[in-house]
């Protein structure tokens, strides 16, 4: 898994690429951290590049969804396509993130 | 079509978890379009839920049955039958109760306790049998559709593994709650069985780091099967 964070203004667009699971999600953790404690109003998720996810990594976004929302901001999704648009519509994330599909 | 099954061996540990699923996935691919499959085509809808669903077994195992100091083996036997995949998983580490496993409230937004959902909902059948060794079977059906009414229903096929008298348990299914103490979201017991030592298949294999080595290092039997 590697991820790009890039910041214009208020926004925040976070590329993450590969595998975002039970091994990589923790690396991932100080990166969630940094974006709730900078109270990013608006944080977008690229995982156009993003080719698996397991219950782990999906419980690390939800997890960023709740803080930054939390903090009056807002989570968006783009790019979400195969193994990790199934899981997210089995678990009803489309709820959540509509503009991920 | 055709019929096969490829099995290995590996330890029950999180840095095995990549090179583990490509190598289901890798098997799904070879198994079900033939050794000419490219291998650059996008993943259909059945290998993305048959390897979300051994992904989050496999998790269960590493993070929950086994302790990550000292993590057993796990055996991974992948058959395809003309109309079935059928991934079979056998460890040595803690026993599971899936009676006690509550399932999310999706409404909720949970960030934990979806890895049981996510198996029964992906896979036609979910089957456990404590040990030691304890057996999962996850089957799943090549016509199947995927639909929100299977989802939403308890499992009802079958409950018990072949070749083995002992009661098995179908995830999902009413039981008791947690016994020896034990863990409510994830159903595993506090008490560990002790690994047993077993070798690894071939021998050898020290890098579980994902290289394409790795999976050539446990070498994975590979037969024709005939149907069942």
């Known amino acids: 898994m590697t991820h790009t964070r890039t910041d214009e203004g208020e ?91 | 079509v055709v019929d096969g099954v490829v099995e290995l061996r590996v330890p029950g540990d999180l840095s095995w978890r990549n090179p583990v699923l490509r190598f289901v996935t890798e098997a799904c691919r070879l198994i079900s379009r033939g050794a000419d499959a490219d291998p650059e085509a996008q993943a259909t809808a059945f290998e993305a839920e048959a390897v979300s669903a051994f992904g989050e077994a496999f998790n269960n195992v590493a993070i929950h049955g086994y302790d990550a100091a000292s993590p057993g083996l796990v055996t991974i036997r992948i058959e395809w039958l003309h109309d079935r995949l059928v991934i079979a998983m056998t460890d040595d580490g803690r026993t599971f ?34 040990g030691p060794p304890n057996r999962l079977h996850l089957t799943k059906l090549r016509s199947s559709p995927q639909s929100d009414a299977r989802r939403s229903q308890p499992l009802t096929s079958s409950a018990e593994l072949p070749g083995d008298e002992r009661p098995a348990l179908e995830l999902g299914q009413a039981g008791g709650g947690v016994r020896n103490g034990g863990n409510a979201r994830s159903g595993f017991r506090r008490r560990a069985m002790q690994p047993q030592k077993q070798p690894l298949l071939g021998g050898g294999a020290t890098g579980p780091q994902g290289r394409a080595g790795d999976l050539e290092a446990v070498k994975p039997a590979v037969a024709r099967a005939g149907r069942k």
Do not use: H, W
Not at chain 2, 105 to 112: G, I, K, V
């Open chain 1, 11 to 101: 926004e925040t667009t976070l590329r993450i690429e590969g595998t975002l699971d039970a091994v990589t999600a923790p690396e991932l953790r100080s990166v969630v951290d940094d974006l709730v404690s900078e109270q990013r109003r608006g944080v977008t998720l690229d995982l156009s590049s993003l080719r698996l996810i397991d219950s782990s990594g999906v419980g690390l976004i939800v997890a960023l969804f709740k803080r930054v929302k939390a903090n009056g901001g807002q989570v968006r999704i783009v790019g979400l396509r195969d193994q990790p648009r199934a899981i997210f519509r089995l678990l009803r994330l489309d709820r959540v993130f509509p503009g991920g599909y």
């Open chain 2, 97 to 130: 109760d899936p009676g006690s496993v509550v399932p999310p409230n999706l409404d909720d937004l949970p960030e934990s306790g979806m890895g049981i959902y996510i198996m029964k909902s992906f896979m036609d059948q979910v089957v456990y049998q404590p």
